[in-house]
């Protein structure tokens, strides 16, 4: 069973660039037609899909947050990594790293818990 961990700092101060680990457990990132993904929870909105990683390295982004999001990954730790650049309190939210990709929340087959982000000076 493929398990998912999120990992990095609780608080980023303005300006600054957020940084967050997804580890992966049970199954190699770089196998089968999948796809590694990152959405976050801003308090009291829905979630929004930021951007995915696919097992061959190719990456897509949300168009409203491309200019700011890259996601790459390190296939020797099995780990997929987002950074987020210019933040602001607005980027405050819970982000998840997930398995898979679509519209729904029933389109991932795996989600990490989840890891709170704070975004202040």
């Known amino acids: 069973q493929v398990q998912l961990q999120e990992s990095g700092p609780g608080l980023v101060k303005p300006s600054q660039t957020l940084s967050l680990t997804c580890t992966v457990s049970?199954?190699?990132?770089?196998?089968?037609?999948?796809?590694w993904t990152w959405i976050r929870r801003p308090p009291g909105k829905g979630l929004e899909w930021m951007g995915f990683?696919?097992?061959?390295?190719?990456?897509y982004y949300s168009p409203s947050l491309k200019s700011r999001t890259s996601i790459s990954r390190d296939t020797s730790k099995n780990q997929f990594t987002l950074q987020l650049s210019s933040v602001t309190p607005e980027d405050t939210a819970v982000y998840y790293c997930?398995?898979?990709?679509?519209?729904?929340?029933?389109?991932?087959?795996?989600w990490g818990q989840g890891t709170q982000v704070t975004v202040s000076s």
């Open positions: 990683i696919s097992y061959s390295g190719r990456t």
């Open positions: 997930a398995r898979g990709s679509g519209s729904s929340p029933a389109d991932f087959r795996s």
């Open positions: 049970g199954g190699a990132i770089t196998t089968n037609v999948d796809y």
